[in-house]
């Protein structure tokens, strides 16, 4: 099989972060500090998605996700670029554009594992919602284990709450369990927190008070790598409008609105990323998105449809474009 040239093949070029002489950067080394009661095991595997592709050691993170053919349906996921059907498309993407990681269900990383073994770290998506019968107050199935993540190679599991669902307490607990056996194998855990349920309105579910509410409770679920929504400037909750008029909580712009949610995750000591959302015709207004969680001090994204949905070739210079904006090389 030939070697496919990556963006970080070609980052090297150019010169990358300054590292020490066990190959680390200062930043990497300060992210890892934050994770004082993990094991070795499991801070090698945050170092290992820090330390790879485009953005090796600067702290930021690009990663794909492609569990959206279970969550949404294969037609409204891939119809739009046919590729995407096969497994190996999207290993394949994620390795020449030097994403940080790509993460998926059981049965895609299954597919295509194999083929590129030890080319890109990987993140095994343990839960995942299907819409053939939707509720207003979801939750996920289980559909992996920890034993897959290991059997697979994967640096870390991923797994989904809903807080705000009636069932949210269950997930919780299921997270709680899961977190504290792949830590005991030296996984990391990323944890996409998503406020939804019947109690909350449909503009509350990306609302600031929520949103930042969302990334603290996966903190405190033992979350080493928070996956949230952009948040509006709504504040959903009465009583935590009262506290942000009181405390005078600056959310008027998306840097700011992001600063607040990645303070809301123990004071930036615990790294947050944000979704991609659904597919932008404009490429202009994802960039846009992109600077604001740069510069509100988020620690990158995470982007599924907004990546996979365009055609490979332009699937690459947008996420390269994204790449650059994280690390500064592009303003």
Known sequence: MAVIETAAEVRRQAGR???????????????????????????????????????????????????????????????????????????????????????????????????????????????????????????????????????????????????????????????????????????????????????????????IDVVAYAAHIAAQLGAHIIKVKLPTSHIEQPEAQKAYTRAGVPIGTLAERVRHVVQSAFDGRRIVIFSGGAKKDNDEEVFDEARAIRDGGGFGSIIGRNSFQRPREHALRFLETIMKIYSGELS
């Not at 790879?52 to 294969?74: C, N, R, S």
């Not at 739009?80 to 790509?102: E, K, M, S, T």
């Open 17 to 207: 972060p300054q590292r020490d002489s066990a190959g680390m950067t200062e930043r990497v080394r300060e992210i890892l500090s934050w994770y004082e009661s993990d094991n070795p095991g499991t801070k090698t595997n945050i170092a290992r998605l820090l330390n790879h592709g485009y953005l090796a050691g600067t702290g930021k993170l690009v990663i794909l996700p492609v569990d959206q053919g279970f969550e949404h349906g294969p037609a409204r996921s891939f119809a739009v670029n046919p590729a995407g059907y096969d497994p190996d498309y999207h290993f394949q993407l994620a390795i020449q554009a030097g994403c940080n990681a790509y993460a998926a269900p059981l049965g895609f990383l299954e597919a295509a594992t194999a083929r590129h073994a030890g080319e890109v770290p990987l993140i095994l998506k343990l839960n995942n919602h299907d819409l053939l019968h939707d509720d207003k107050d979801p939750m996920s199935a289980v559909t992996g284990s920890v034993q897959d993540a290991l059997r697979l190679g994967c640096v870390a599991i991923g797994f989904t709450i809903y807080p705000g669902s009636a069932h949210a307490r269950q997930m919780y607990e299921q997270l709680r369990a899961l977190a504290e056996e792949a830590k005991r194998c030296g996984l990391a855990v990323v944890v996409w927190s998503y406020p939804r349920g019947s109690g909350m309105s449909k503009e509350g579910e990306t609302a």
